[in-house]
């Protein structure tokens, strides 16, 4: 299983955007990258999920390089809203038995 | 719809003492996943399952068990409760096929 890197904490004003890399060295092929979002007291909830290049949803985009040892997660523009830990998560979609372990996460801090 | 329930929410248990987590969904997902959540260590996986009968260890699952008797339910048990087991446990289901997961609201267990 792919070991995940990531910045243990990050800190933004609001209406900038925050990119927050993740590092997988030892992805597999049929490996896909996903990213959460979790406030506290609550459970992580899915915020997108790639394969390669670059991926867009209405929450934030994912960019992915070609070699697939990394990935960022961009978050347009934040508000104290976003103030949360985001998780990238690194795992085969369509195999089973997988045991998926979550990295420490990024504490992402959002200011005015 | 309710997605991923957890019950309890809440509970404070004395050192010796049993108790079961029950995590019901209603979306007729294969996979279940029982992670703790203890802070600055991110969410670490207990148990798993790939199916009804069907269970798995995590990264850390001593001094607790699990059982899949229905797909819809995943039970999580503490034969003999320590306070090293004080966290917050987090119960998450994935449909087979796509690797998203989703998570209920988590259940705040103290053992003094």
């Known amino acids: 299983l792919a070991k995940t890197t990531q910045p243990i904490s990050m800190d933004s004003y609001e209406g900038q955007e925050v990119n927050i890399t993740c590092s997988h060295n030892n992805i597999a092929t049929n490996d896909y990258i996903t990213w959460y979002q979790q406030f506290p007291s609550q459970g992580p909830r899915f915020i997108i999920q790639?394969?390669?290049t670059k991926v867009t949803n209405e929450v934030a985009s994912l960019f992915i390089p070609a070699d697939r040892k990394s990935s960022t997660l961009s978050l347009p523009r934040v508000s104290l809203s976003d103030t949360a830990v985001y998780y990238c998560?690194?795992?085969?979609?369509?195999?089973?038995?997988?045991?998926?372990?979550f990295g420490k996460g990024t504490t992402l801090s959002v200011s005015s | 719809n309710a997605g991923v329930t957890q019950t309890p929410k809440f509970r404070v248990l004395k050192t010796g003492q049993s108790m079961t987590l029950l995590c019901a969904q209603d979306m007729n997902h294969e996979y279940m996943y029982w992670y703790r959540q203890d802070p600055g260590m991110g969410l670490r996986l207990i148990h798993y399952?790939?199916?009804?009968?069907?269970?798995a260890k995590g990264e850390v699952p001593d001094g607790y068990n699990v059982s899949r008797l229905k797909k819809q339910n995943f039970l999580l048990g503490l034969e003999s409760a320590a306070p090293s087991q004080t966290s917050v446990y987090f119960c998450a289901s994935q449909v087979a096929g796509a690797n998203v997961l989703t998570f209920g609201a988590g259940s705040r267990l103290t053992v003094l």
């Open positions: 790639g394969y390669k």
């Open positions: 998560l690194v795992g085969p979609s369509n195999q089973a038995g997988t045991a998926l372990i």
């Open positions: 399952s790939v199916g009804e009968g069907t269970t």
